[in-house]
């Protein structure tokens, strides 16, 4: 497959810029793998369109508010710090750095009416986004081994690039998933946006069980593929983990006969990520892409991916290429919203 087969002209007025009130009444496109067929719902319908009384494996990680605004200390210069990832000492963060070329090794940066500090500790890699898009990181110290309530406090939500205006109050509810446990991510499980609790128990009441995942969602997920034969793309390395009971309950329900529901292409890739490596914790590059035979999932939610996104591929492979192609002309077509606030579609 190549590069321009992941392509697709998107009006930009269909990019959802907030969410909406009721997660609900998102508009699901229901594509059925079978008939080849597309039908328009509601996603507060889903119920109609799942497996008779399916497993839905969901990821619950936690969006961190991972964009910190603070001043440095030498000078009262501004810093933005936008946090990747914990490294193992608990107190380091790989992060992005603006603006990078008046930041200093040793440049110590503090955050208003708050005890906490970060110094600036190394220069590292670039993170290449996209074409034109390729961004340093750094590497900064906390003086605090958890910072949890202090980002909770200082923090803004990290909204993706893709969202042109600043974090509101209400993104600290709505960009994040209602079942939202594990702290870690910096970019939202986006296809589980659309649960309520009561959603989620109605499903409940009618034989559906929960199961539940981890895996941290990094920036990187945002990069770009770049490489024109798309098998050559280099998936970045995320962070999982799934309890062995909840494993053990994925198995016994298969071999019963019950479908199995990933929500999202994340959850999709922890599952899959067991499946294949053993491995119930750790971090995975897995990368799927059409001929790749997933093992794990029957049917999938997900949201609508950015064009040369290994998410797009993923539901590719997991769809099929023809017939996903024909589903985002016409969610194009239909004015659906598009992206982390947008509409969903599910796959059966």
Request: hydrophobic share 40%.
């Amino acid at each position: 497959m190549k590069r321009d087969d992941l392509f697709y002209e998107l009006p930009p007025e269909l990019i959802a810029q907030h969410p909406l009130a009721n997660r609900g009444h998102a508009r699901l496109l229901v594509i059925d793998r079978l008939s080849q067929t597309l039908t328009h719902s509601r996603f507060d319908q889903l119920a109609k369109f799942l497996p008779a009384k399916s497993f839905l494996v969901v990821n619950d990680s936690k969006v961190i508010p991972a964009r910190l605004l603070g001043t440095k200390e030498r000078s009262g210069g501004k810093v933005e710090i936008f946090l990747l990832k914990k490294l193992s000492d608990d107190y380091t963060y790989e992060a992005l750095l603006r603006p990078l070329n008046k930041i200093k090794i040793g440049d110590v940066v503090r955050f208003e009416n708050s005890r906490l500090t970060v110094t600036v500790t190394d220069t590292k890699k670039r993170l290449v986004l996209s074409a034109g898009d390729s961004r340093p990181t750094a590497l900064v110290k906390f003086n605090f081994k958890n910072i949890t309530t202090h980002i909770n406090r200082v923090g803004h939500m990290p909204l993706p690039p893709y969202i042109k205006r600043s974090d509101e109050k209400s993104d600290r509810k709505y960009y994040q998933t209602v079942y939202a446990k594990q702290a870690g991510s910096v970019a939202a499980p986006t296809a589980g946006l659309h649960f309520t609790a009561a959603h989620l128990n109605a499903l409940k009441k009618r034989g559906h069980e929960t199961l539940r995942t981890t895996l941290h969602v990094n920036y990187a997920t945002f990069k770009e593929i770049e490489e024109d034969d798309v098998l050559k793309h280099k998936m970045h390395f995320e962070s999982y983990e799934v309890a062995a009971a909840a494993w053990r309950k994925m198995q016994s329900y298969r071999k019963a006969g019950k479908k199995a529901v990933a929500v999202g292409t994340t959850s999709c890739r922890v599952i899959e990520s067991v499946a294949t490596s053993g491995k119930m914790k750790g971090e995975t590059n897995l990368f799927i892409y059409p001929g790749y035979k997933i093992q794990t999932t029957d049917a999938l939610i997900t949201n609508f991916h950015l064009p040369y996104s290994s998410l797009l591929l993923l539901v590719y492979a997991f769809g099929g290429t023809d017939l996903l192609k024909k589903a985002y002309q016409e969610a194009i077509k239909e004015k659906y919203r598009f992206f982390s606030y947008g509409d969903a579609m599910v796959i059966i």
